[in-house]
């Protein structure tokens, strides 16, 4: 290859390398997660005071979810249940995608009735699992809170 020839290549070379790495970088700064609040129907109160559920990336974040009604500890979880998994579906999730759950008991000893109605939620692969009475209970009456994280 000639002097000229291999000056002519080497800099064509440089220029395409400049600008794979210009595209590479514009495509990694495109590839950045970007937090989504998702607020569900009839979009986001005046004045919240938290997020319902967050998407980061291929990541969800769903709120703790009550039961505020007269039942026991098998209707309020099942009730729990049925709003995230509502919640995860409206994202582009599902239970067996949930990788991380918290429980949150008013009472410890309704700890059997609520695992006879979350036993089989999550699928065959159940997430991993923080289950605690908090002192004072829970707000709102609920005899339960769950919360949770998954992935898209």
Avoid at 11 to 40: C, D, H, I, R, Y
Avoid at 126 to 143: D, E, I, Q
């Amino acid at each position: 290859m000639s002097g000229n020839n291999r000056r002519r290549f080497l800099k064509t070379g440089a220029v395409a390398a400049v600008a794979a790495a210009g595209t590479a970088a514009t495509a990694e700064a495109q590839e950045k997660p970007v937090k989504k609040v998702l607020w569900g129907k009839g979009g986001p109160p005046e004045n919240p005071l938290f997020s319902p559920a967050v998407q980061f990336g291929n990541m969800i974040f769903i709120s703790g979810v009550g039961a505020h009604f007269p039942g026991d500890i098998t209707a309020h979880t099942e009730h729990v249940l049925s709003e995230i998994k509502a919640q995860l579906e409206a994202a582009g999730s599902s239970m067996d995608k949930v990788l991380k759950c918290s429980v949150f008991l008013n009472d410890l000893k309704d700890y059997d009735g609520m695992n006879k109605v979350f036993r089989g939620k999550f699928g065959p692969e159940p997430p991993v699992r923080t289950t605690v009475a908090p002192a004072g209970g829970l707000p709102g009456n609920s005899l339960v809170e769950i919360d949770v994280i998954a992935y898209v």
